[in-house]
């Protein structure tokens, strides 16, 4: 069968042979067992109702060994034949181009190249899903190439309910990940519902299908980077960032750090990630002894070297190797996957990966006592290296969050309202004030005729708008303005493409729309193919995370999550071709709400209408509520927002004068 014949038969009539396990990729580790015999028979019949009922018997016993062996049903039998990669947006059958673009972001998601455990369906972050099981993925693929432009496609974790009438403005699909009542969403309440096939954790671009790679984050990561060192007053150059994890996204770190112009040591304890960075070019050097790490480090530092290493074993060694031979660290973070810390988010030190991951599955609890030993040594050691002077911030990951509750010593001496942890978030910090007060958030764009050419076309488009716009910029805003013009212009030399022809860049309402203004006017034109508007998550208005992206929100306010909701609803009506909604995100399950959109540009009027309302209100939003938190950057975002646009009235907040609350 062609590959349009295969997406157009959706589940088949006809079973496919079973395929053999492939030892050859990376897959995701086993499950806990967590369902009692019962609920076993609840999976069983979850999975099943995919199946015509004379499938039942032969697919039955199948889906019990799934279960028992990897704590899910994955259904590997209905895995695809043809290879997994974006192609190019006419090779879709499909009736509905928004519908073709949104297919190549699903297989972008799950193409090799990008997915951390492609067979499970799973991008990033150990848990991050696209769909739950391969029936999802091609009842999906086929309700996307039966859909017109008058119907909308619901997904409910993973799972397509089904086309419905709608209209040629709303949203094409609707995603919802992990939505559980607020009682029911604590980490083994993920493991039971997940194990049931009844709800997934899409993570934030996973689920939503805007992950472009690590490229994703490492724009993002630079930019915390450079700011990290500007914060403690040093140059990068000859100077030492010691982090962890190169899955997903954390595998942007050490690219980050070599645009950054630093040193970078970056512990990974998954050997086969570890060797695919090293061929993709995201590490420059891997080595697996601490002595010889010590020596090349050294040596780096001496001659002031860029250079990104890979250590391929536990960063709590290279913690306390450093602090041992009185290696100075500059900057230190982690970002190993701690929003799940029990299913291979994070792992125990003096414990081979291999025996981890069997501990990990048949023996949970002392997995759990051995990751939290480990979490009060590592904070231990870095505690021991921030008295001697280095700068180290939480990168979100809930490294702080699941120290704590290991009993580490990461509290502050002195807590205030959203101050609780001796380290900042490097939002609190850093993206916060710097960023996304100020409306500049990570902002995606995808050229859906998968061609090289078109996307160097966009670099160059999208860094003469800027240019432009930084002529009339604000003093406030040239520091944001300048690095973004210098990242797109090393965009290409710095071969940050993994999978789809895809572009990230930090940039602000004004240009945003402008940008994608000037794309829409190129594909009008016939100079480019279509393009897909999209952005991470994690940004000014999306995500509603309180020891993240809202960790700079002092107003009490960091708790709630009706950014996000109001976020994806204005979008769905202001001309978003998809939008999603996740309980997840990269701080963990019931920690954050988080909400995305992709928008594809097609060179007409009504995509240029529809980006300049949709992208406006989608930055706006979220600076309209940190603005009332009484951020000062945010404040003087939202007024000169406001003189731009006269439609645009937001309730400025009046600031107390302190001297007069302290007189209580």
Same mark, same amino acid.
């Given at each position: 069968?062609?590959?349009?014949?295969?997406?157009?038969?959706?589940?088949?009539?006809?079973?496919?042979?079973?395929?053999?396990?492939?030892?050859?990729?990376?897959?995701?580790?086993?499950?806990?067992?967590?369902?009692?015999?019962?609920?076993?028979?609840?999976?069983?019949?979850?999975?099943?109702?995919?199946?015509?009922?004379?499938?039942?018997?032969?697919?039955?016993?199948?889906?019990?060994?799934?279960?028992?062996?990897?704590?899910?049903?994955?259904?590997?039998?209905?895995?695809?034949?043809?290879?997994?990669?974006?192609?190019?947006?006419?090779?879709?059958?499909?009736?509905?181009?928004?519908?073709?673009?949104?297919?190549?972001?699903?297989?972008?998601?799950?193409?090799?190249?990008?997915?951390?455990?492609?067979?499970?369906?799973?991008?990033?972050?150990?848990?991050?899903?696209?769909?739950?099981?391969?029936?999802?993925?091609?009842?999906?693929?086929?309700?996307?190439? !039966?859909?017109?432009?008058e119907q909308t496609l619901t997904i409910y974790s993973g799972h397509p309910m089904g086309l419905f009438p709608s209209h040629k403005e709303a949203p094409r699909v609707v995603v919802t990940n992990g939505?559980?009542?607020?009682?029911?969403?604590?980490?083994?309440?993920?493991?039971?519902?997940?194990?049931?096939?009844?709800?997934?954790?899409?993570?934030?671009?996973?689920?939503?299908?805007?992950?472009?790679?690590?490229?994703?984050?490492?724009?993002?990561?630079?930019?915390?980077?450079?700011?990290?060192?500007?914060?403690?007053?040093?140059?990068?150059?000859?100077?030492?960032?010691?982090?962890?994890?190169?899955?997903?996204?954390?595998?942007?770190?050490?690219?980050?750090?070599?645009?950054?112009?630093?040193?970078?040591?970056?512990?990974?304890?998954?050997?086969?990630?570890?060797?695919?960075?090293?061929?993709?070019?995201?590490?420059?050097?891997?080595?697996?002894?601490?002595?010889?790490?010590?020596?090349?480090?050294?040596?780096?530092?001496?001659?002031?070297?860029?250079?990104?290493?890979?250590?391929?074993?536990?960063?709590?060694?290279?913690?306390?190797?450093?602090?041992?031979?009185?290696?100075?660290?500059?900057?230190?973070?982690?970002?190993?996957?701690?929003?799940?810390?029990?299913?291979?988010?994070?792992?125990?030190?003096?414990?081979?990966?291999?025996?981890?991951?069997?501990?990990?599955?048949?023996?949970p609890e002392l997995f759990r006592e051995k990751v939290q030993e480990t979490l009060r040594r590592h904070a231990k050691a870095i505690n021991k290296h921030t008295n001697k002077g280095t700068y180290f911030?939480?990168?979100?990951?809930?490294?702080?969050? !699941?120290?704590?509750?290991?009993?580490?010593?990461?509290?502050?001496?002195?807590?205030?309202?959203?101050?609780?942890?001796?380290?900042?978030?490097?939002?609190?910090?850093?993206?916060?004030?710097?960023?996304?007060?100020?409306?500049?958030?990570?902002?995606?764009?995808?050229?859906?005729?998968?061609?090289?050419?078109?996307?160097?076309?966009?670099?160059?488009?999208?860094?003469?708008?800027?240019?432009?716009?930084?002529?009339?910029?604000?003093?406030?805003?040239?520091?944001?303005?300048?690095?973004?013009?210098?990242?797109?212009?090393?965009?290409?030399?710095?071969?940050?493409?993994?999978?789809?022809?895809?572009?990230?860049?930090?940039?602000?309402?004004?240009?945003?729309?402008?940008?994608?203004?000037?794309?829409?006017?190129?594909?009008?034109?016939?100079?480019?193919?279509?393009?897909?508007?999209?952005?991470?998550?994690?940004?000014?208005?999306?995500?509603?995370?309180?020891?993240?992206?809202?960790?700079?929100?002092?107003?009490?306010?960091?708790?709630?999550?009706?950014?996000?909701?109001?976020?994806?609803?204005?979008?769905?009506?202001?001309?978003?071709?998809?939008?999603?909604?996740?309980?997840?995100?990269?701080?963990?399950?019931?920690?954050?709400?988080?909400?995305?959109?992709?928008?594809?540009?097609?060179?007409?009027?009504?995509?240029?209408?529809?980006?300049?309302?949709?992208?406006?209100?989608?930055?706006?939003?979220?600076?309209?509520?940190?603005s009332w938190a009484r951020n000062e950057g945010a404040i003087f975002a939202i007024k000169r927002a406001m003189a731009i646009e006269p439609n645009l009235k937001v309730t400025i907040p009046n600031l107390?004068?302190?001297?007069?609350?302290?007189?209580?």
């Amino acid at each position: 069968m062609s590959f349009k014949d295969q997406i157009l038969e959706g589940i088949p009539s006809v079973l496919p042979p079973v395929k053999p396990y492939d030892d050859t990729i990376n897959h995701a580790p086993k499950r806990k067992e967590i369902l009692s015999a019962e609920e076993k028979k609840l999976a069983l019949q979850n999975a099943l109702r995919y199946f015509d009922p004379s499938q039942h018997a032969e697919l039955l016993p199948e889906f019990k060994n799934e279960l028992e062996t990897y704590g899910r049903i994955y259904m590997y039998r209905l895995r695809p034949d043809y290879r997994m990669y974006a192609r190019p947006l006419d090779a879709y059958p499909a009736q509905s181009k928004q519908a073709a673009a949104i297919m190549l972001m699903i297989q972008n998601n799950l193409d090799y190249a990008v997915a951390q455990h492609p067979h499970e369906l799973i991008t990033y972050g150990g848990n991050g899903a696209v769909f739950s099981n391969w029936a999802q993925y091609r009842l999906t693929m086929k309700y996307l190439a !039966e859909m017109n432009d008058e119907q909308t496609l619901t997904i409910y974790s993973g799972h397509p309910m089904g086309l419905f009438p709608s209209h040629k403005e709303a949203p094409r699909v609707v995603v919802t990940n992990g939505m559980m009542i607020p009682n029911y969403s604590k980490p083994d309440d993920w493991e039971k519902f997940n194990a049931l096939g009844v709800t997934q954790y899409g993570q934030m671009t996973a689920g939503s299908y805007m992950y472009i790679g690590p490229q994703g984050i490492v724009h993002g990561t630079t930019i915390t980077v450079l700011n990290g060192f500007r914060k403690i007053n040093k140059s990068p150059r000859g100077n030492l960032f010691v982090t962890s994890g190169l899955g997903g996204m954390s595998g942007a770190q050490p690219k980050a750090g070599t645009i950054a112009g630093c040193i970078t040591v970056c512990a990974e304890v998954n050997p086969k990630i570890t060797q695919v960075r090293l061929d993709q070019g995201w590490i420059d050097e891997k080595i697996t002894d601490l002595d010889q790490l010590v020596a090349r480090v050294k040596k780096a530092k001496a001659d002031e070297e860029t250079v990104s290493i890979a250590y391929l074993g536990n960063i709590v060694d290279v913690w306390e190797k450093f602090d041992e031979e009185n290696i100075h660290i500059d900057l230190g973070s982690d970002q190993t996957s701690l929003h799940n810390p029990w299913a291979g988010g994070y792992y125990p030190v003096d414990i081979s990966f291999e025996d981890a991951n069997t501990m990990m599955a048949n023996n949970p609890e002392l997995f759990r006592e051995k990751v939290q030993e480990t979490l009060r040594r590592h904070a231990k050691a870095i505690n021991k290296h921030t008295n001697k002077g280095t700068y180290f911030f939480d990168y979100g990951n809930a490294f702080l969050l !699941e120290a704590s509750r290991a009993g580490a010593d990461v509290m502050s001496d002195h807590p205030t309202l959203g101050r609780e942890f001796k380290f900042p978030s490097y939002v609190q910090d850093i993206m916060g004030p710097m960023c996304f007060d100020y409306g500049f958030g990570p902002f995606r764009w995808v050229c859906t005729s998968g061609k090289p050419e078109d996307l160097a076309k966009t670099d160059a488009i999208a860094c003469k708008v800027l240019e432009e716009i930084k002529l009339n910029s604000p003093d406030e805003i040239q520091q944001q303005m300048t690095d973004n013009i210098q990242w797109i212009k090393g965009a290409q030399e710095n071969k940050l493409v993994v999978g789809s022809q895809a572009r990230i860049l930090y940039a602000d309402a004004e240009g945003r729309m402008k940008i994608a203004q000037a794309f829409n006017d190129a594909i009008a034109k016939g100079d480019i193919g279509y393009v897909v508007l999209g952005r991470d998550h994690h940004d000014v208005s999306g995500t509603d995370s309180p020891y993240r992206e809202t960790s700079n929100i002092y107003d009490g306010s960091r708790f709630t999550a009706d950014m996000a909701i109001q976020n994806v609803i204005g979008d769905s009506f202001r001309g978003a071709t998809w939008v999603s909604i996740h309980n997840g995100g990269g701080v963990g399950w019931g920690e954050v709400i988080n909400g995305g959109f992709g928008m594809i540009l097609d060179g007409t009027k009504g995509a240029e209408r529809r980006l300049k309302s949709m992208l406006f209100w989608d930055v706006n939003n979220g600076i309209s509520r940190r603005s009332w938190a009484r951020n000062e950057g945010a404040i003087f975002a939202i007024k000169r927002a406001m003189a731009i646009e006269p439609n645009l009235k937001v309730t400025i907040p009046n600031l107390v004068d302190i001297d007069l609350l302290n007189s209580l």
